[in-house]
C-alpha cells in the first residue's frame, strides 16, 4: 500500500494555529499545509468563489498524494465542504476523504455552556454561512446560538498587530457588541483559525465568568478519533514525522508569517492556483 501525508488546508495562515497543535499531539504522522495566501483572505468572498478556490486547493492535494484533506479554514468548512463532500468527492476519488473544522467543534461546544447561550466570534463569510447555528443545533437543539463578525480581527493579526494598543479598539468593540445580543451568553466559540493570537486581549475584555472555547485542541481529538475509527485510512498515511509548507504567494513572506502562528520558522515552496 502506497502511503502519503495528511493534507492540511487554510486560506491564510490561520491554519497554522490547527497545524500547530495537530503536530503536537501526532507527532509521527506527516503533514502538508498549502496556505492559498495569494487569494486570501476568503472570509469576504462569494460562496461560488470559496468553493471554486477550495476545490482547486482540494485537487492539488490529492495531485500530491494525500488521502486525507483537513480544511483547517473556518469559512472553507462553512461554505465549500459540504459541496465538495457530496458533489465532487465521489467523481474525483471515492477512497479519499475531505474533513472539516466547523462540525467537530459544534459537536462538543454545549458541553461547556450552562446557561445554553452560546457566542460565536468568526469572520463575516463563516456568519453569513449560518453553518455554526446549524451545526451547533443539529447536536444540542436547546442551544441559542448569537454571532457576531468581526472583520478586523484577521487585519490585526496578520499584520503582526494583534498585542498593540490598536488592537483593543476593535477587540472589545466585538465582545461589546457580542454580548449586548444576549446577556446570558456564558461560552464563547473563536470560530476562526486567526483568532487564538488574539487570546490574551479578548480575555482582557472577555468577563471572566464567560468560557473562550478555541478550535485547536477539539480538531486535533477529533481527527485522532476519526483515525482511530478508521484503521484503513490511517493506515494509508506516511508516519516519518515529516512536515511541507506550500503557499500561493511569496514563500519569503509566507516563511516570517508562518512563524507567528506555527510557533517556529519554515521553509516554504510557492504552488500556481489559477
Known amino acids: 500500500m502506497q502511503q502519503y501525508p ?5 486560506s491564510g495562515y490561520g491554519g497554522l494555529t490547527i497545524l500547530r497543535k495537530l503536530t503536537a499531539q501526532m507527532p509521527s504522522h506527516d503533514f502538508v499545509y498549502l496556505g492559498d495566501n495569494a487569494r486570501a483572505p476568503y472570509g469576504t468572498r462569494s460562496f461560488e468563489t470559496i468553493y471554486k478556490y477550495t476545490l482547486q486547493a482540494v485537487k492539488w492535494f490529492f495531485e ?3 488521502p486525507l484533506v483537513l480544511l483547517a479554514c473556518n469559512t472553507a468548512s462553512a461554505k465549500a465542504l459540504r459541496t465538495i463532500q457530496q458533489n465532487d468527492l465521489p467523481n474525483i476519488d471515492a477512497s479519499k476523504r475531505v474533513l472539516g473544522i466547523v462540525r467537530p467543534t459544534s459537536e462538543v461546544v454545549g458541553n461547556f455552556t450552562e446557561t445554553r447561550k452560546v457566542g460565536v466570534m468568526a469572520t463575516k463569510g463563516t456568519v453569513l ?3 455554526y447555528k446549524i451545526e451547533i443545533n443539529k447536536s444540542f437543539p436547546d442551544i441559542e446560538v448569537f454571532q457576531e463578525y468581526c472583520p478586523m480581527w484577521v487585519p490585526l493579526v496578520e499584520n503582526n498587530e494583534y498585542d498593540t494598543p490598536g488592537a483593543n479598539y476593535f477587540v472589545k468593540k466585538h465582545i461589546k457588541d457580542l454580548l449586548k445580543k444576549d446577556t446570558n451568553i ?3 466559540l473563536l470560530a476562526c483559525t486567526h483568532y487564538p493570537l488574539l ?3 479578548i480575555r482582557e475584555y472577555m468577563p471572566m465568568s464567560i ?3 478555541e478550535q485547536g485542541n477539539i480538531v486535533t481529538e477529533s481527527l485522532i478519533n476519526y483515525l482511530d475509527r478508521h484503521p484503513d485510512m490511517d493506515a494509508r498515511i506516511t508516519k516519518k514525522g515529516a512536515r511541507h509548507f506550500f503557499t500561493t504567494d511569496d514563500p ?3 516563511k516570517e508569517q508562518a512563524a507567528i502562528f506555527y510557533g517556529q520558522t519554515v521553509t516554504a515552496q510557492k504552488v500556481e492556483m489559477l
Open 64 to 66: 500530491q498524494g494525500c
Open 6 to 10: 495528511i493534507g492540511v488546508f487554510d
Open 199 to 201: 487570546l490574551e486581549k
Open 252 to 254: 519569503n513572506i509566507f
Open 129 to 131: 454561512s449560518e453553518s
Open 186 to 188: 456564558d461560552t464563547v
Open 211 to 213: 468560557k473562550i472555547v
